[in-house]
Nanobody, 117 residues
């Protein structure tokens, strides 16, 4: 399994940005795919995850209502739509997959999102 995130860039506070995660290889329908971020000097943080087969989604409070995960089922692409971006959303974002969100087996290289205030 390989995952590759893309779509990062420099935006202003309040803007929107959509990240893409290209997935190759086989992911079991029971597995979870999540988007994580790591800001400068911060710990890795989950910003959303979904079950690959069922599509149930979870978002932490920090991004709930602003971030949305969607999946292009036909092409195995997963997206992270980020709206109303804040300076504190500045981080390297990456996608990862595994049997559960706490048991990540595969992660891709990240994409940098910089939000200027």
């Amino acid at each position: 399994v390989q995952l590759q995130a893309s779509g990062g860039g420099l935006v202003q506070a309040g803007d929107s940005l959509r990240l893409s995660c290209a997935v190759s290889g086989r992911i079991l329908s029971s597995w979870s795919l999540g988007w994580f971020r790591q800001g400068p000097g911060k710990e890795r943080e989950l910003v959303g995850n979904m079950r690959w087969g069922a599509g149930n989604r979870y978002y932490p409070e920090a991004v709930k209502g602003r971030f949305t995960i969607s999946r292009d089922a036909g092409k195995k692409n997963v997206y992270l739509q980020m709206d109303s971006l804040k300076a504190e959303d500045t981080a390297v974002y990456f996608c990862a997959a595994g049997p559960s969100i706490g048991d990540i087996s595969y992660r891709g290289q990240g994409t940098l999102v910089t939000v200027s205030s």
